[in-house]
């Protein structure tokens, strides 16, 4: 049996029980793990002197896992918008919305890493983009967007802050990131 290890570089083959460490083999050397380490082999039967090679069970375990991003919800009717802007003011959180087109390099090119940053604020602070070839004019209107990339920040129901994004990627982020400060 072969197991890959959290680093894809370790593959493990053999694997051999000792009183308080498990025994991995790695290509021609050993690599010894403590058990509360973030690998554990479990035999399924009792008797753990006999244990064969297919009756192991693998288990990898991390401790508070985060998300490395978070895919950002599309806004698509003014209903929508004023839900989401009620459901955030009910949690006293704010939100950020991303104006974009789809014909818009810096648009498409700041999506993912506004999806990073919305990761760091998982809990914190909601992200949404609204396609503005895609909604109503009404929608456009109403946030007021004149270019794009625009990067708003909404709290209590109403437009704060924004970031238009005319200028380098990482300018626009540290930006956001300094807006996005001042309201959470």
């Known amino acids: 049996m ?8 370790i593959l493990c083959r053999e694997v051999h029980h000792r009183e308080h460490q498990q025994q991995f083999w790695s290509g ?36 508070e896992s985060r998300p490395t991003f978070v895919k950002m919800e599309p806004i698509n ?3 929508q918008l004023d839900h989401i802007l ?3 003011q009910q949690l006293s959180q704010p939100i950020v919305i991303d104006w974009m087109a789809s014909w818009c390099r810096k648009c498409i090119y700041l999506k993912p890493k506004l999806e990073k940053l919305a990761a760091e604020y998982d ?4 992200f949404y983009y609204v396609d503005v070839n895609k909604v109503p004019q009404t929608l456009v209107k109403r946030g007021n967007i004149s ?36 309201y959470v």
């Open 2 to 9: 072969s197991v890959l290890a959290a680093n894809s570089h």
């Open 28 to 63: 021609g050397g050993n690599l010894l793990l403590p058990k509360s380490s973030g690998f554990g082999f479990f035999p399924r039967n009792r008797d753990s002197t006999k244990i064969l090679r297919r009756d192991l069970k693998v288990e990898a375990f991390w401790p």
């Open 77 to 79: 009717d003014c209903d």
């Open 86 to 88: 009620s459901y955030a």
């Open 123 to 126: 809990t914190k602070i909601k």
């Open 147 to 182: 270019k794009m990339p625009t990067i708003q920040v909404w709290k209590d129901g109403e437009f704060k802050e924004e970031v238009i994004g005319g200028h380098k990627a990482w300018l626009v982020m540290d930006e956001v990131r300094e807006m996005i400060q001042k």
